[in-house]
């Protein structure tokens, strides 16, 4: 599949996922209480619009897109396409981690989950674990930990399972 | 005189001189990363902002700016990869320099004129902004109205290859900004029974999701940048004979770089290779370009530099960011309640007169800090990219979480990241997004407000002379830039078409 095609095919995409979108934010645009403090356009006026305008947008971008890879009538390979999405999901992988961070900080604490993150996302990115990359890790989560509590004075979590089996 | 003791005042009674330093240090270490644009160094520091006061907190965010403007030529003549979009007009004749053994004088050229340029935009900036904030005091809730639809106009030119899919990507930001509680009645609105989002979505949460997270995200399919080579090199100033000769290109880089910074949607790098173009044409060297010439290196240079000024312009006065580093700059406003603008002089001047100074200080740290600070850029630019990824990583999870100490927002964050990366890669544009994020509030509100005073009435909008000139200028905007799109679409798509 050369460029152009997987252009126009990424915008068809962009449009109905956009018109998908439209679709929902109107449901819930529609539900939008009527208040008895309402001026003339209301609390629903403007996000129903917006909702009919991406609707617009995305319809005229999915038909764009159509009518151009009608014209380029070209055989569509899906090989390489399939090498760029696979690179895609791992981009995307590297939230893993920080989604790991939001679920384990409650309960072990910012120190160690920092340390988890920083250790985590090295590996995912392709660092190989050793001594070096758990040194550098510990030095990262004392540096967060030194700037963001010390410095910064910001309330971090101590984490509650240190808190039971200390207290 | 009075301003001047109000902008020395912001600077000595706050922590703006040492953030000023702080700033273009980070702004320096931030360019020279190829990857990290001005605006994404500025968004990593964004929620430290926060527990600043406002002055200091502006002037960190502006010295960023200017910082990375400089770090981005060290790899873009290095190894031949900007570091910011903006320096990709220096690699041209810098890295040939370096090729010929002058990588130290390249360097030097860039320095002394991003210095000239810097200062250059920050006057423009000083004798532009005030006027054009005097005009804007006398708006009412139409011309307010009218003045967001202008921001939003701004859109048509921000939008790339495709206009669709700017204004796509404006009216989603328009979406996520009617998230809360609505402005004039208190109804919640998209809040789904989440306590999180009854203050809504805060502008800084979607702009460092936008900025940072989206471009971490990308470095993980981006090829690894080239090393540096370890042999310290010594930066060289220019001496007397080449200032002399570089002046006439660094006068053609600040009247472009003023131009462009004014102008939404252009910013450095058009500026800079608009800079290049022309201090070739008028060279007396014309023939030197491209192997090696150092005006060359001083026009791109000059020009983006002028931009870290003259890009504050529209945002100053009229609060319409126009362009990724003036948008996080305004978010960083907006942190402490301040909201660009008219009202800025008025209500909060220390904050504007202060960043003045700040900007001109800032300046002066990055042509002394940049004498000195080669070596530790080469140093970081050498680190694995797996370590650097997980400190901005790190930095960026326990900034957000600092602001209002809420793991919902770090999902936020998280959210828009994966969102500004599918944009990334179906090349839906960034900017519009948070252009509607930021000015929807503005506009909502004061349309309302609008026909709460007309009845309904929709003339209002055409009544008041204001309203109607912006309206005006927006859809002139708006059709020159469909005209323009036209132009271009019309010969590629007949090229599409034939078999």
Redesign the interface.
């Known amino acids: 599949m050369n460029g152009v095609t997987r252009a126009l095919r990424g915008d068809t995409v962009v449009g109905l996922a956009a018109l998908a979108l439209a679709g929902v934010y109107a449901f819930f645009a529609f539900e939008i209480p009527h208040s008895f403090l309402a001026d003339p356009v209301g609390a629903a006026g403007l996000p129903e619009l917006y909702a009919i305008a991406l609707a617009l947008l995305a319809s005229l971008l999915v038909a764009q897109s159509l009518a151009s890879r009608a014209r380029l009538r070209e055989t569509v390979e899906s090989g390489s396409d399939r090498i760029a999405a696979s690179q895609h999901f791992r981009a995307i992988g590297l939230l893993l981690p920080g989604i790991g961070y939001l679920v384990l900080i409650s309960s072990l604490g910012y120190f160690v989950t920092i340390f988890l993150l920083i250790i985590g996302v090295a590996l995912y990115a392709g660092a190989n674990l050793s001594l070096r990359l758990l040194s550098i890790s510990v030095v990262g989560a004392i540096s967060m930990w030194v700037i963001f509590d010390k410095l910064f004075n910001i309330p971090l979590p101590v984490g509650s399972l240190w808190l039971r089996l200390f207290n | 005189m009075h301003e001047l003791g109000v902008a020395w005042h912001g600077l000595t009674s706050t922590w703006a001189i040492p953030a000023s330093i702080v700033g273009v240090i980070w702004g320096i270490f931030g360019g020279a990363l190829p990857g990290i644009s001005p605006s994404i160094a500025m968004a990593l520091l964004l929620p ?1 902002t926060y ?1 600043l006061d406002p002055v200091t907190a502006v002037v960190l965010l502006g010295s960023v700016y200017i910082g990375a403007e400089y770090g981005g030529s060290i790899p873009a003549i290095l190894i031949n990869t900007p570091g910011t979009n903006s320096a990709a007009a220096t690699t041209i004749d810098g890295y040939a320099m370096h090729l010929r053994g002058q990588g130290g004088l390249a360097l030097g050229i860039s320095l002394t004129s991003g210095f000239v340029g810097g200062l250059f935009g920050l006057l423009m900036l000083v004798v532009l902004t005030e006027p054009l904030a005097d005009v804007a005091l006398a708006f009412t809730p139409p011309a307010y109205f009218a003045l967001g639809m202008f921001g939003l106009s701004i859109i048509a030119s921000l939008s790339g290859n ?1 206009l ?2 700017g ?2 990507s404006g ?2 930001g ?2 996520i900004a ?1 998230v809360g509680t ?1 402005p ?4 919640s ?2 809040t789904f029974g989440v306590p999180d989002l009854i203050s809504g979505v805060k502008p800084i949460l979607v702009m460092v999701g936008l900025f940072a ?1 989206s471009e ?3 470095q ?2 981006e090829p690894e940048w080239a090393k540096v080579s370890s042999r310290i090199m010594r930066l060289e100033l220019p001496d007397w004979t080449l200032w002399k000769r570089l002046g006439r290109c660094e006068a053609i880089g600040c009247a472009i770089g003023t131009f462009e910074g004014i102008t939404p949607g252009a910013g450095g790098t058009i500026a800079a290779f608009l800079s290049y173009n022309e201090a070739k044409r008028w060279s007396k060297h014309p023939e030197e370009f491209g192997h090696g010439s150092p005006e060359g290196v001083a026009a791109p240079e000059c020009a983006n530099n002028v931009v870290t000024g003259t890009a504050l312009v529209p945002l100053l006065s009229l609060g319409i960011p126009g362009s990724n580093s003036a948008a996080v700059l305004l978010g960083g406003l907006l942190i402490h309640g301040l909201n660009p603008g008219p009202m800025l002089f008025e209500r909060a001047p220390e904050v504007a007169y202060g960043l003045y100074a700040g900007l001109f200080v800032a300046n002066v740290v990055m042509l002394l800090v940049g004498l000195v600070i080669l070596s530790p850029c080469i140093w970081l630019v050498n680190r ?4 650097l ?3 901005i ?3 960026i ?2 900034g957000v ?2 602001i209002e ?1 809420s ?1 919902f927002q ?2 936020i964050v ?1 959210a828009t ?2 969102l500004g ?1 599918g944009m990334r ?4 544009p960034i900017l519009p997004m948070v252009l509607g994020v930021v000015l929807g509030f503005m506009v ?1 509100s004061n ?3 609008s ?2 005073l007309s ?2 009435d929709h003339t209002i909008f055409l009544r008041d002379p204001v309203s109607l000139g912006l309206l005006a200028t927006a859809l002139t905007l708006l059709a020159f830039t469909l005209w323009r799109e036209r132009r271009r679409v019309t010969p590629s ?1 007949a090229r ?2 034939t ?1």
């Open positions: 430290f527990s495709s669709t899919k204004l796509i009216i989603m328009l979406m009617t609505d004039l009645s208190g109804v609105r998209f997270v971490l995200l990308a993980m399919v694995p990219r797996p370590y990824l997980a400190f990583f790190a930095l999870v326990s979480y600092s100490q793991f770090v999902g998280f990241g994966l990366y890669r179906f090349d839906v909502e349309y309302r407000r026909l709460l009845g309904g798509a599409l078409g078999p």
